[in-house]
């Protein structure tokens, strides 16, 4: 994974953006305020009915915000619609593609309507790679291979902001790694991604940072590679009798993630002594560093948040 090229002025901005439905007296997002750079992938992660896609939709100008503003590449959404959009290269949550067309006929219409078309051999590498069936009619072809060429019209153009709304819906695992690769390499040109997701290991994998979304609202932003550093300070520290559930507790810094009759999973920060002060007047058994992966890391804080609220 690549570091933040540049930390200029953001591509993709929202300021306190807010949409609550009609009918509806709760918000479906709730003040979001993010920004993201070039050459950085952003994963917006959360379950489903989140305000994922609401943040989306809003980005793209599919729906208007009932509060608050956002700006692509430093325009203002609802102002300059048409200009953001050619420079966007966008993937819905919800894809719907011509069904009596093949992929090549609908790809090829897509093409069509770029201001500056590209060569059919980046659209015949892409399907290639993504191992796509251009030939078939889209309404004959699995939910899997209708989200390639979703994909393939997303990266096609090389644009220099790709919006993605859970990009990998129905793909194998070998294609997913080939679209991961696809985002490294738009990193790579410097373009910025921002992509929703509930499949939090290819967010691990590709992204920069991360921001987490609960009931419309971020509870969350964090850096990948210091949640790298987080998972390195990560035990599962197995006991021949019962875990010391409260001394463990009164250990400074120290947070009980799991525990069963004799093992408990115990994240860490700082200094290590006062574990092992504690540690030494049980009979330990066992002591393992678990690699802590973002999954855990954002159920652990779901249940956090949900406890305290």
Do not use: W
Not at 10 to 26: E, H, M, Q, R
Not at 251 to 274: C, E, M, R
């Amino acid at each position: 994974m690549t570091r933040i090229k540049s930390l200029g002025e953001p591509v993709i901005a929202t300021y306190s953006l807010t949409k609550i439905y009609p009918g509806s007296s709760i918000p479906a997002l709730d003040k979001l305020s993010i920004k993201v750079h070039a050459g950085e992938a952003y994963g917006f992660i959360g379950p489903n009915g989140a305000g994922k896609s609401t943040a989306i939709r809003m980005l793209m100008d599919f729906i208007v915000p009932s509060s608050g503003y956002a700006t692509v590449r430093g325009r203002e959404i609802g102002k300059d619609s048409l200009k953001i959009r050619s420079s966007i290269g966008y993937l819905s949550g919800d894809l719907a593609l011509y069904p009596k067309m093949n992929g090549l006929q609908f790809l090829s219409y897509m093409n069509s309507l770029l201001s500056i078309p590209v060569s059919q051999k980046i659209i015949d590498n892409l399907a290639v790679r993504l191992r796509a069936n251009l030939s078939k009619p889209i309404d004959e072809l699995s939910r899997g291979n209708r989200q390639k060429i979703g994909i393939i019209q997303a990266f096609m153009h090389d644009p220099n902001v790709l919006i993605l709304d859970e990009p990998t819906s129905g793909l194998d695992p070998l294609v997913q790694d080939t679209f991961l690769e696809l985002v490294e390499e738009a990193k790579q040109r410097n373009a910025c991604v921002f992509m929703s997701s509930h499949v939090l290991s290819e967010v691990q994998k590709v992204c920069d940072r991360v921001g987490i979304i609960k009931d419309g609202k971020l509870i969350s932003e964090s850096i990948i590679s210091e949640l790298a550093v987080e998972a390195s300070q990560t035990m599962e520290i197995v006991f021949a009798k019962k875990v010391p559930v409260m001394a463990l507790r009164k250990v400074p810094g120290i947070t009980i993630q799991s525990y069963t009759t004799d093992t408990a999973v115990i994240h860490t920060k700082g200094n290590l002594s006062p574990l092992f002060s504690v540690l030494a007047r049980y009979n330990v058994s066992k002591i393992n560093a678990r690699t802590l992966d973002l999954e855990e890391s954002f159920l652990h804080f779901y249940q956090n948040e949900e406890t305290s609220s």
